[in-house]
């Protein structure tokens, strides 16, 4: 081997990542991951937020799987660029409003790039022909090589026999014999090579690594893109969606209420940014209204907090209501029966 | 050798996000130069550490006060 080659690694944190690093790190190629954060990334937001989850031990297993393997890993911030692939997929949507295949291209162009830039000579996915529905099948996978300009410089190493031969097997960087041909859903072969490597404690999939994927979290998504007339979102908007109720009485408000007292922390972070209200007269949530509720919404909303509060059997409850400059007023409302909200309000 | 030291306010962010804005800050920062990170989501505690450890940079100091938690890093020598 005339130089010593560098590669880098896409890690998502799961099993397959971390096996196909191993599995060329163990040929002597010099390894370092990166990881992109979309916002969309299911890595323990609502662990961190809600109080009643924070007593089982958290961990990014980007991170965790970067320490396994000794490499070190580039975290990148893509929040911004990835709006494009959420807003239009050239492939479409999965189940939900997942673009996955398009998920990946970014991602690799993303990776294509980097290495450019630094004078790495390839890219590692742990992408297994056939394993996902939509971005592994086998005829994806040289789209994602083509519009990802990267060509023949991607190696799949968990799937590499079944694919057409890439840029480090012919310079002789990595040995293909030595490469693994694992196809289809199964998991059985990945977890048997995790046991011959010694890994234990890995992350086990459930129910996917992004947000767009679930069937809720996009119904609150699709709503908020609705009720701002456009395909539009920012940091905070994509975060508020995982925490608490959300309640769209009208077109032009809706609720986020705490659930817990850790939702009520996180939210009370925002109180600057939207009006809030909170109880006063009894124990109870605290609710950020997003929109323009007019002076009746507000008296409305203060009726649905008051339903979650250890009030709503009381005649009257009192809440405070405050706008995003501080300003404070009292309301004394009656608490909704829990039979009178609309079911079709909670998103 | 004069260091420098910063502190970057990370309140309200999830992990990865303070995670990110350190490394942002490190990479224009100086070999033994240290910063803190001043944090709302307890997932720093594990997670800035473990970023530290894998790239070549130390935690010196890690507090918790008034549900807030403040990471230091020491900046490591760089490129290996």
Known sequence: ?347 | MTTHHRTIDCLRLLCPMPVIRVQEHVETMAAGDTLTAVCSDPGVLHDIPAWSRINGHQVVATETRDGEYLVTVRVGPGEV
């Open chain 1, 1 to 347: 081997m005339s130089k010593h080659p560098k590669a880098l690694a896409l890690i998502s944190g799961g099993l397959d990542s971390l096996l196909a690093s191993k599995v060329v790190q163990d040929q002597g190629v010099h390894v370092e991951g990166i990881n992109f954060f979309t916002g969309f990334c299911v890595e323990g937001h609502t662990h961190a937020i809600r109080k009643q989850d924070r007593a089982r031990p958290k961990r990014n297993n980007a991170l965790w799987v970067a320490d396994q393997l000794g490499i070190k890993l580039h975290i990148v911030d893509v929040v911004d660029e990835y709006k494009q692939v959420v807003f239009n997929p050239k492939y479409g949507y999965g189940a939900h409003l997942n673009p996955c295949l398009d998920c990946k291209i970014f991602m690799v162009r993303k990776a294509r790039e980097w290495i450019e830039q630094r004078g790495f000579d390839f890219v590692i996915t742990g992408e297994v022909v056939g394993q996902r529905p939509k971005s592994q099948r086998k005829h994806a996978m040289p789209l994602v090589q083509r519009d990802a300009g990267i060509d023949d410089r991607l190696l799949r190493p968990l799937s590499a026999r079944n694919l057409p031969e890439t840029l480090p097997e012919r310079m002789g960087w990595v040995d293909r014999d030595k490469l693994h041909g694992f196809s289809g859903r199964s998991r059985k072969p990945q977890m048997a090579l995790a046991a011959l490597y010694g890994f234990e404690d890995y992350a086990q999939p459930a129910g996917g690594c992004c947000f767009l994927t679930d069937g809720n979290y996009t119904v609150k998504l699709t709503d908020l893109w609705k009720s701002r007339g456009g395909r539009r979102y920012e940091l905070d908007d994509i975060m508020l969606l995982k925490v608490g109720r959300h309640i769209r009485p009208a077109p032009n408000f809706k609720l986020i209420v705490a659930r817990e007292e850790g939702e009520v922390n996180f939210l009370s972070g925002y109180r600057r940014l939207f009006p809030s209200l909170k109880m006063v007269s009894h124990s109870g949530p605290l609710a950020l209204l997003d929109g323009e509720p007019t002076a009746a919404d507000i008296e409305l909303a203060a009726r649905i907090v008051g339903r979650y509060s250890q009030g709503r059997a009381a005649p009257l409850v009192e809440l405070e209501y405050a706008t995003t400059g501080g300003e404070k007023s009292r309301l004394r409302v009656a608490p909704m029966c829990a039979d009178d909200m609309p079911k079709g309000w909670l998103l």
